[in-house]
DNA sequence: CTGTTAGCGCGTTCAA
DNA sequence: TTGAACGCGCTAACAG
C-alpha cells in the first residue's frame, strides 16, 4: 500500500495517445507542438485520446531534442529584501503571460554561489538569466554558452549585456540636495561596500553635494560603508555616527536596509526624524506614513523587473543588437498605487 | 557578427570529453553521475578533459533518462507578501543545500492559475511540491503521477499529504484575550474568504473568546471579510468599522495585509493604538517597534519553510508513511534575531 | 572497476 | 498533410 501517492502513474507517451488515436506518434507531437497543421478531426481524435489518457507532454524529452527551456533564472542577493522580492514578482508576472517559468537563486551576495548557480543555469540550460551583478560576477559561461543575460540594478562587468538600472548619482544628489533645503548642514552617509556599483554611484552623488554646498570635501569620519544585506549594519553604522564628538544632524542611507537600520538606531537614541534628518534611498516598509525629516526616494521597482523581462524575452527570441542599458527614472514623491514601488 | 554572446557554443558532451580523457563515454558519466566508483587517476583524467572542453552536464539528458528532477516547485499565493516571502527563501535555502533548485509559482489565490501550474509541475516533472492551497485545489494530478506534495499554511483538502501549519484557533484566541486584558471591550474582526482555512480558523479563535467574556455571540456588524492579499481591502473593512454608529474600541485583523490596511486607515482617522486596539495577526512590516495597543503573533515563518522542506526532501527520498501534519508554535513576543519570523 | 549497448520521450527530417 | 526512422545527451544494464 502506499500512502500520500495514488500510485507511481506509468508514464503516458506520445505513443500510448497515437495508438489511441489511431494515429501515428509524429502527429501527436504536432498537435501538442502546434508548429505544422494538422488535419481538425485529427487533432480532436488526438486531443481527445490524451484526456482519456491522462497525457502530459514531458517536457525534459523536449528540451532534450530542441534543447531550449522555458525557464527564466532570476539571480538576486537576497529574496527576503522587499525590494528584490518585487522585482521578482514583476518578472515571475511577464514570465508567466509569455509561458515561463521562474527559477529562484539567491546568491547572498556571495560570489561562490554566485558562480554555483550560474554553473546550474548553464547545465539546465535556461533560457534566459536576470541577474543582479556582484563585485566579480563572470557571465562569460553563460555568454559562451549563448544564453542571453540581462543584468537589473546594476550593470555587468564591462557592460556586456542589456541592463536596467536607475540614476543613482542624480537621484542621490537631489535627495541630498532636499536635506539641505530642510536646514540639515551636518550631513553624514551610510553606504554599501566599494564592490558595489551602487552603492559607489550613490555616495558619488552625495559626495558632490556636500562639495558644492559646504564648498569642501565631505568629512570621511561621516562616510561609512556596511553590508547592504542586513539591518543590523545600518543600525551599528548609525549609532556609530550619533556616537561621534560632533555628530550629524542627518544621515544618507544608501539603501533600504541601511535605512531600516538607521530608523531603528534612531529610535533607540530619542532622535527620530525630523530631530535628525534622514534620506532612505528605496523605500523602507514603514506601512503608515513618511515622518517630516525623511526623504524617500522611490525606485520604479515593478518596472525594472518588467521591463527586464521584456527584454530578456525579446533575446531569448533572437534579438541580436549592442547591449542596450535603460535608465529608470526615481521618484522623490511617493507613487502611491499598491506598492508598485519601492 | 554576434553582440550580447560570445558564440553559440557548441554542446560539450561526456563523448568529447571521453575521447579526450581516453575513457569510456560511461566512464564520464560515473566521474558525473558520483554513484559507481572510478578509480582516481582515471577520474582526474575526465576532469582534466572536461575543464579542458568546458563541459557541462545536461540535464535534460540525465532528467530524462532517469525521470527526475531536482526542481522543487513553490507555490504559493502572492511572493510579494513578506510571509509568503520569507517562507519561501527558508524553503530556497534548504533546497539549495540539498543540491535542489527551486521553481517559484505565485497563484494569487487564483484556482486557475494555481491548476495551470500544477500542470507544469506534472510535465516537468518537478521533484516535488510545496504549496499553500486555495479553496479548491485539486492536488490529484500530482499524487496520481507520484510527485511528493507538502501543504505549507493550510492543510490539503482531506488532508491527503503532510502540512506544516500553525494552531490558528488557539493563538487567535490568546490574542483576543490580550485585547480583553488591556482594558478594550467593543471588539471587531476583519478576516479573510470563508474559502480559506486559516482566516475561518482565526475568526473561530477570536469568536469563541469574544463568546466566553461577553456570554453572547458577536456582533454580526462587527465581523467583516476581506480579500487576504491587498493592503487596501483592510483599510476599507477597518474604515467602515470604525463608520459605525458604535464602533469597536479594538480590531482582531486576521493577516499581515489587513493589519497593515487597518492600520492606515486608524493613522487616517487619528486613531493610532492605544487610541484604538490592534490584533496583528502575523507581524506586519512596522519596522521600529510596536506601539502599545498592538498585539502581535508571530508566525514561525522561517520554522514552516525549512520544516516543510525537509519533510518534502524525506518524501522524495521515498518515506512511505501516512501523512504528516505538523503544528508549529505562534509567539506573542517578539523572537527579535533577524525578522527570522513574520 | 570498466566498456558496450540500448533506450528515456520527443521533435524533426525525409518520403510518400 | 502524414508516417517512418533517427538521434538529442545521458544513465542503467550487462558483460568483461
Known amino acids: 500500500m502506499h500512502f500520500l501517492t495514488y500510485g507511481k502513474g506509468q508514464m503516458v507517451t506520445i505513443y500510448d495517445v497515437a495508438k489511441r488515436a489511431g494515429v501515428s506518434p509524429a502527429t501527436v507531437s504536432r498537435v501538442f507542438g502546434g508548429q505544422t497543421p494538422v488535419t481538425a478531426n485529427r487533432a480532436a481524435a488526438v486531443q481527445a485520446a490524451a484526456a482519456e489518457l491522462g497525457f502530459v507532454p514531458n517536457r525534459n524529452a523536449r528540451r532534450l531534442r530542441t534543447s531550449s527551456s522555458e525557464i527564466i533564472a532570476m539571480m538576486v542577493p537576497d529574496i527576503a529584501n522587499p525590494f528584490y522580492m518585487l522585482l521578482t514578482r514583476a518578472v515571475e508576472d511577464v514570465a508567466r503571460a509569455a509561458g515561463y517559468s521562474v527559477m529562484l537563486c539567491n546568491t547572498d551576495e556571495d560570489p561562490a554561489r554566485e558562480q554555483e548557480y550560474l554553473r546550474v543555469a548553464a547545465s539546465e540550460p535556461v533560457a534566459g538569466i536576470i541577474i543582479t551583478p556582484g563585485a566579480g560576477t563572470d557571465l562569460g559561461w ?63 552623488g552625495f559626495a558632490t553635494v556636500v562639495r558644492s554646498v559646504t564648498g569642501a570635501e565631505p568629512d570621511p569620519a561621516l562616510i561609512l560603508r556596511a553590508r547592504y544585506v542586513l539591518d543590523a549594519d545600518g543600525e551599528r553604522a548609525a549609532a556609530q555616527l550619533m556616537a561621534l564628538p560632533d555628530p550629524p544632524d542627518a544621515i544618507f542611507a544608501a539603501n533600504n536596509r541601511l535605512a531600516t537600520g538607521t530608523l531603528r538606531a534612531l529610535h533607540r537614541l530619542g532622535l527620530l526624524p525630523p530631530a535628525v534628518g534622514l534620506v532612505s534611498f528605496g523605500g523602507p516598509p514603514s506601512v503608515l506614513f513618511t515622518p517630516p525629516g525623511v526623504v524617500v526616494t522611490y525606485l520604479p521597482t515593478r518596472d525594472i523587473g518588467t521591463t527586464a523581462a521584456h527584454m530578456l524575452l525579446e533575446r531569448i527570441a533572437g534579438l541580436d543588437i549592442p547591449p542596450r542599458s535603460v535608465t529608470l527614472p526615481v521618484a522623490m514623491e511617493d507613487p502611491a498605487g499598491d506598492n508598485q514601488q519601492w
Chains 1, 2 share one sequence.
Open 142 to 204: 553563460a555568454l559562451t554558452r549563448g544564453v542571453p543575460v540581462v543584468c537589473v540594478d546594476r550593470h555587468p562587468p564591462r557592460r556586456v549585456t542589456d541592463a536596467v538600472v536607475v540614476d543613482n548619482t542624480e537621484s542621490a544628489a537631489a535627495a541630498t540636495r532636499r536635506l539641505y533645503e530642510a536646514g540639515y548642514h551636518q550631513l553624514a552617509c551610510i553606504t554599501g561596500p566599494d564592490t558595489i556599483e551602487t552603492s559607489n554611484a550613490r555616495l558619488g
